[in-house]
């Protein structure tokens, strides 16, 4: 009888080969679904405007500049831009002096909070352990 733990290495032992399995490693693919969606989705400028924008349901350029402390205008407008070209985010500008910008999550964005809310759970719960080990090799 398999423990609870058995059996999810099992489960995660299967889905690494549905992703893996099928690849021949002397001529690897040139386009990698994984490393090309997660490039974009996970560096840590869009991670963290995309959960300031599941935070706030709407928010203009300067308040997520405000928000996501330490990014430049050029950054914050060329993440904007790619995060809403693949589809995780909507743009709504309206006609008015000045005209208004207003950014939401679409519904593919806040998918993707659901499941990157479990990693930066795992990433606050897991912090100390890494802050140890950092300390231990010199790192700190």
Not at 19 to 46: K, T, Y
Not at 83 to 101: C, K, Q, T
Not at 121 to 139: C, D, T
Request: proline share 4%.
């Amino acid at each position: 009888m398999e423990t609870v733990t058995e059996n999810q290495q099992v489960g995660t032992a299967k889905k690494l080969e549905k992703m893996f399995g099928h690849i021949d490693f002397r001529n690897p693919p040139e386009l990698c679904p994984v490393r090309d969606v997660m490039s974009v989705a996970s560096d840590q400028w869009s991670t963290l405007i995309i959960l300031w924008l599941a935070y706030f349901p709407v928010l203009r350029f300067n308040k997520l500049k405000k928000y996501v402390y330490g990014i430049s205008n050029k950054v914050l407008s060329q993440r904007l831009k790619v995060l809403e070209a693949d589809g995780y985010i909507s743009r709504n500008a309206y006609a008015e002096v000045p005209i208004r910008v207003e950014y939401s999550l679409t519904e593919f964005g806040q998918s993707y909070v659901e499941k990157l809310l479990e990693l930066t759970e795992w990433m606050q719960e897991n912090s100390p352990k890494v802050l140890a080990n950092r300390e231990k090799y010199g790192l700190l």
